[in-house]
T-cell receptor
Framework: KTQVEQSPQSLVVRQGENCVLQ??????????LRWFKQDTGKGLVSLTV?????DKTSNGRYSATLDKDAKHSTLHITATLLDDTATYIC?????????????FGAGTQLIVIP | EAAVTQSPRNKVTVTGGNVTLSCRQT?????MYWYRQDTGHGLRLIHY???????QIGDVPDGYKATRTTQEDFFLLLELASPSQTSLYFC??????????FGKGTRLTVV
């Protein structure tokens, strides 16, 4: 059973618009949550990691929230650029140590058009 | 800077063929992982290792072998490749879950 669900599956926005990506999960325990950006056929680039029960992070035009009570995270991208076109992947870690497992969502495909 | 290097980056083989994917990390990490990524699925764990000579089975191990020869090197072996193993493969290393570094991926096509 999929333990990390992302929505929407795909999203098209115009350059300059803002967008919000959602991640819901059932992983227990939930030690931390990370958002990755993946360009088509390329590797994963970490955008941010959230750790606290109710956490917020900001990294340039990317900001994210985590609510462990709701098992829900959002990734906000402001003033989108054409280079933001990519797949955004939500990953939940069930431990802090490397012995734990990482649980991957299938990703949200974001397409930014001129 | 953390580094995980995969080779080859692209590989095409025939059904029944023998393939070895290589991964080298220079992060002095104990843990290394092999994942596959397919459309509609998140990354799925094939095998992992917590040190030279150690091998642990992941979630989708069927059809794959792996070997960790040194702390730096982790290999994924497909001895009788099948079309269902056509995928994008990622190697990763870590010592803590909050610090995981991924390679750039190997695209394998089995025809």
């Amino acid at each position: 059973k999929t333990q990390v669900e992302q929505s929407p599956q795909s999203l098209v926005v115009r350059q300059g618009e803002n967008c919000v990506l959602q991640c819901n999960y059932s992983v227990t325990p939930d030690n931390h949550l990370r958002w990755f950006k993946q360009d088509t056929g390329k590797g994963l680039v970490s955008l941010t990691v959230l750790v606290d029960q109710k956490d917020k992070t900001s990294n340039g035009r990317y900001s994210a929230t985590l609510d462990k009570d709701a098992k829900h995270s959002t990734l906000h991208i402001t003033a989108t650029l054409l280079d933001d076109t990519a797949t955004y992947i939500c990953v939940v870690g069930d431990r802090g140590s490397a012995l734990g497992r990482l649980h991957f969502g299938a990703g949200t495909q974001l397409i930014v058009i001129p | 800077e953390a580094a995980v290097t995969q080779s080859p980056r692209n590989k095409v083989t025939v059904t029944g063929g023998n393939v070895t994917l290589s991964c080298r990390q220079t992060n002095s990490h104990n843990y290394m992982y092999w994942y596959r990524q397919d459309t509609g699925h998140g990354l799925r764990l094939i095998h992992y290792s917590y040190g030279a000579g150690n091998l642990q089975i992941g979630d989708v191990p069927d059809g794959y072998k792996a070997t960790r020869t040194t702390q730096e090197d982790f290999f994924l072996l497909l001895e009788l490749a099948s079309p269902s193993q056509t995928s994008l493969y990622f190697c990763a290393s870590s010592d803590r879950q909050t610090e995981v570094f991924f390679g750039k991926g190997t695209r394998l096509t089995v025809v």
